[in-house]
């Protein structure tokens, strides 16, 4: 079974940094693009960064020059780093990543249970 797990969300007052993690593991055989989103209650899901296979990266227009999304392949796993926060920035943050499981067909979206980010004034 596929697994994701975020880590290093918590409380942090505006214009300080935080970086979360994501760790995938489990029964992989490949993993195309990765990506970060975040919600509020109440409030649909939405793309914060998403990083490709090739490298490549796309931000929100929220989050540009303040966030920047990596990853490393060899280790499946995928980072965001985030800079200059502010008090909107506050969310549960999730990590995403399209898998091909090993002896199955297909790619599919797997999920973290994510991390709660706490931007204070």
């Known amino acids: 079974q596929v697994q994701l797990v975020e880590s290093g969300g918590g409380l942090v007052q505006a214009g300080g940094s935080l970086r979360l993690s994501c760790a995938a593991s489990?029964?992989?055989?490949?993993?195309?693009?990765m990506g970060w989103y975040r919600q509020t209650p109440g409030k649909q899901r939405e793309l914060v960064a998403s990083?490709?296979?090739?490298?490549?990266?796309n931000y929100a227009d929220s989050v540009k020059g303040r966030f920047t999304i990596s990853r490393d392949n060899a280790k499946n796993m995928v980072y965001l780093q985030m800079d200059r926060l502010k008090l909107e920035d506050t969310a549960v943050y999730y990590c995403?990543?399209?898998?091909?499981?090993?002896?199955?067909?297909?790619?599919?979206?797997?999920w973290g249970q994510g991390t709660q980010v706490t931007v204070s004034s």
């Open positions: 990083i490709p296979s090739d490298g490549s990266t």
């Open positions: 995403k990543a399209r898998i091909n499981p090993i002896a199955h067909m297909h790619f599919y979206d797997y």
């Open positions: 489990g029964s992989i055989n490949s993993i195309n693009g």
